[in-house]
């Protein structure tokens, strides 16, 4: 165990993790509940070129093997300064950890013991085990009535075999047009672009079945997501509905110009439910002007940046009971650059292990609630609230304003060693850096567990901050 910055253990969950590194060892679970599937988060060392390397692990049931599930370290290991490279032996390594998940094929009752076991150490040397997530996967869910059928409808490809980009915009642009949902079977479908989604219902089987990925094979800068029309495209798309798929991309780095998010544009009166995101660069970069957006009930893990990011005029927006864990930058963030955000909340999530920067943040706002969160382990550059007029565009009309609602949030081994400041930096934080904060600013901090932090349970910095 250890938070030190750079080591493996740090960006455990707990801050301790096991090593594996001989044939037949293992790390074992006792399910407490009956299971048919598990998502677990482990380390395999980087390749001496930088490009990550594959492996195995067995997963077995009271000895008996279940599956052999592929891991790799190709969506980890990032060195240098921010935006980061894939440059072994730059400073400052990192983002060591990913998730793998299988379906066991079976349901395991209650009390059967379930091992993560080396198979071997040909590809990879060492295999180290964080943790592992077991739940009771429904099945499929089947096609609405008077649903558009992406695959029989209009020829995408369930098998993943070719794009089928073209076909889901079809698809969607049918859906608008006849005042229909659009059904997405089980499959892996590859899409080398974006999907433009305005006034539609876009639904899968469930987040273990539908599964959209892919990325073009050499304009890496367009890969799969699903996107709202930009307000300069004519947006915000409006009425939208996303629901019961997964957005798993192949985002190996971090270009910041680069669109390569699982959800983007601008989406009014819309809702995000019961999504599962995994290697894009954000799970959700959402830019406004738009309004009434939410996401709910979801999973985003292993981003290179953000999870969610409300970034520019963001108003009545939410993410709620939203799971995310592994994000390479701000967890749940909003920033009003620009232009004002207004009455958007972040309530009831669970996040861990953020590698840089915040659990939960605002930079600027008016009437924000931050509330009913649980968060833990906290890497660097940030800590488990902040609240901040911070970051271009950030003063003014969209600076920090009104009532702030920061209530029954838990904050767990918060805060940490920022290695450009060189000085720990607390679980809850304020900073005033671009201007004072406004005179009718009121944040009001209630029912707030700050547990085991690194540094500071509460930290000022920067500038004047008044209303706290």
Excluded: C
């Amino acid at each position: 165990p250890t938070r030190f910055y750079g080591q493996l253990p740090s960006e455990a969950s707990g801050r301790e993790a096991v090593t594996l590194d001989a044939v037949g060892e293992y790390v074992e679970f006792t399910l407490t509940a009956p299971a048919n599937a598990v998502t677990f988060r482990y380390s395999l060392p980087d390749s001496a070129q930088g490009t990550g390397r594959d492996g195995t692990i067995d997963l077995r049931a009271n000895g008996s093997l279940l599956k052999t599930v592929p891991v790799t370290s190709k969506y980890g290991w990032y060195y240098g300064g921010y935006p980061f490279n894939n440059n072994p032996g730059d400073t400052n390594p990192h983002h060591f950890y990913d998730e793998a998940r299988a379906m066991f094929g079976s349901t395991q009752p209650a009390g059967t013991k379930i091992r993560l076991q080396v198979n071997s150490t040909a590809q990879s040397p060492t295999f180290t085990i964080d943790l592992a997530d077991f739940e009771n996967v429904p099945g499929p869910i089947g096609q609405p009535a008077n649903s558009i059928n992406v695959v029989n409808d209009f020829g995408a490809d369930p098998s993943g075999a070719t794009d089928s980009t073209a076909d889901f915009q079809a698809a969607v642009n049918a859906g608008q047009a006849q005042g229909r949902a659009v059904y997405v079977p089980q499959g892996n479908y590859t899409l080398y672009d974006h999907v433009i989604v305005d006034g539609v219902t876009l639904r899968g089987a469930g987040p273990w079945y539908s599964v959209l990925g892919g990325r073009h094979p050499t304009q890496r800068n367009r890969a799969a997501g699903i996107y709202g029309k930009y307000v300069n495209q004519g947006g915000p798309s409006r009425n939208v509905t996303v629901r019961d798929l997964a957005v798993i991309g192949d985002i190996r780095e971090r270009v910041d110009e680069d669109q390569v998010n699982a959800f983007g544009g601008a989406m009014s009166d819309s809702v995000i439910d019961n999504v599962w995101m995994q290697h894009t660069k954000v799970g959700a970069w959402m830019d406004g002007p738009m309004n009434n957006f939410t996401i709910r009930n979801s999973r985003i893990l292993d981003q290179t940046a953000d999870g969610v990011n409300f970034h520019t005029g963001v108003t009545n927006s939410t993410v709620t009971n939203t799971f995310v864990r592994n994000t390479g930058d701000d967890a749940l963030a909003m920033w009003a650059q620009d232009v004002p955000n207004v009455n958007n909340s972040f309530t009831r999530n669970t996040i861990g292990v953020t590698l840089l920067a915040n659990h939960l943040v605002s930079y600027g706002g008016r009437d924000i609630t931050i509330s009913d969160n649980v968060v833990a382990d906290s890497l660097s550059n940030g800590g488990g609230i902040h609240v901040a007029n911070r970051y271009p565009g950030v003063q003014g009309a969209t600076a920090v304003h009104g009532t702030w609602t920061l209530a029954r949030n838990t904050l767990i081994r918060a805060g940490n060693s920022d290695y450009n400041w060189n000085f720990g930096v607390g679980a809850i934080w304020f900073s005033a850096l671009n201007e004072a904060f406004a005179g009718d600013a009121i944040i009001n901090i209630t029912d707030t567990d700050i547990l085991d932090s690194s540094y500071a349970a509460l930290h000022w910095i920067e500038g004047q901050t008044r209303g706290i």
